[in-house]
């Protein structure tokens, strides 16, 4: 039965608050930033804490995509518009995988290939006075990363419009939970052998401490940005894919793997996900949606291109401060002694 986008011709968002629990028990691990451990932070409703941001979250619907042993797109997939990067023939990395899409620094910042990034040029054409012709950007992140234009791009190359070449985020998603309290704990890493050992070299045995969380809910929020999507004037068809792939990677998120970490194992409380802003709406099942993605592939396949490019260039390694180099500059003479 095909996909009934209807209800949504009226509406800027579609939202979606998903209810989730631990795999099993009753603690989890959230991320965490360095220098600041978990994100915890109060509301209304008490002790929160942010479970994964918005960041991740969009590298994690990208994987949704990828079939890692093939190294290619999924098979409902083929036939979207992406950037394969290979090394000396040999798979390398794709615009799907990177941390900046079409923005990846092995296409438009360190190659010494330039033919991609004459390309990209060439089809936003001139615009370093003026404002952005935002559907030209469009146009042309559809034709070569349709990625970018759910997860957002940032072409911050000043020869590309002085670097003013953007694109907001049209999906976006978050865990948070709520009621949450610490579970700590802990363990030993033994060394049966040396159980005194210098621990600095990996001997010894190592007692350490952990910090894992419960909480009374934990949340999945999604946002569609359905107004973002008319507005890059891209018509009708290509509207609607860009409509059912959103929504095809959130299904195929929540019905594969949501274990964030070793420790935060997390599945859906609900049987189904009803949107919270159109209650007439609910998530499409995988099968179809795969059905209805195939016909919309195929009415925007001339739109669409996928390419692949070479990046042999040597890898730069990062520039060593002074302490580094003291701390190489005394190895280095260890290893001589």
């Known amino acids: 039965m095909p996909v009934d986008l209807q209800s949504l011709q009226a509406k800027s968002r579609l939202l979606f608050e998903v209810q989730l629990k631990p795999m099993q028990g009753q603690r989890f691990q ?14 209304v409703k008490g002790d929160c804490l942010l ?5 991740s979250m969009a590298n994690r619907l990208e994987l949704t995509c990828w079939d890692a042993l ?4 999924v098979a409902p997939l083929r036939g979207l518009s992406h950037v394969r990067v290979e090394r000396q023939g040999k798979f390398l990395t794709d615009t799907i995988l990177e941390a900046h899409r079409i923005n990846s620094p092995y296409l438009l910042v360190n190659s010494t290939d330039k033919s991609f990034f004459a390309a990209i040029k060439d089809e936003v054409g001139a615009m370093d006075e003026g404002p952005i012709d935002r559907k030209r950007l469009a146009e042309t992140l559809l034709k070569y990363d349709i990625g970018s234009l759910l997860h957002g791009a940032f072409l911050a190359k000043k020869e590309l419009a002085g670097g003013r070449l953007r694109v907001a985020r049209a999906i976006s998603a978050f865990i948070e939970a709520e009621g949450v309290r610490v579970a700590a704990s802990g363990g030993v890493k033994n060394d049966a052998v040396n159980p005194s050992g210098d621990a600095k070299d990996g001997f010894g045995n190592v007692p350490f401490s952990r910090d894992e969380f419960t909480a009374e ?6 946002n569609l940005d359905l107004a973002q999507i008319r507005g890059y004037g891209l018509g009708t068809d290509v509207e609607t894919l860009l409509v059912l792939l959103a929504l095809y990677k959130l299904r195929k998120l929540v019905d594969g793997d949501l274990r964030l970490r070793t420790a935060c194992d997390l599945a859906v409380a609900t049987p ?12 499409p099942s ?6 209805d993605l195939h016909g919309a592939i195929a009415r925007c396949q001339s739109l669409m291109v996928v390419t692949t490019i070479q990046f042999n260039d040597d890898f730069k390694k990062a520039k060593e401060t002074k302490e ?13 002694a």
């Open 272 to 283: 189904e996900i009803v949107s919270s802003n159109v209650p007439a709406f609910s998530l």
């Open 30 to 43: 959230p991320t965490g930033f360095p220098n600041l451990g978990a994100a915890t932070f109060r509301s």
């Open 51 to 55: 479970v994964e941001s918005a960041q």
């Open 286 to 291: 995988a099968e179809a949606l795969e059905a």
């Open 70 to 73: 093939g190294q290619e797109p």
């Open 217 to 222: 809910k934990i949340t999945l929020f999604v």
């Open 324 to 336: 580094d180099q003291g701390a190489s500059e005394e190895t280095g003479a260890e290893d001589l």
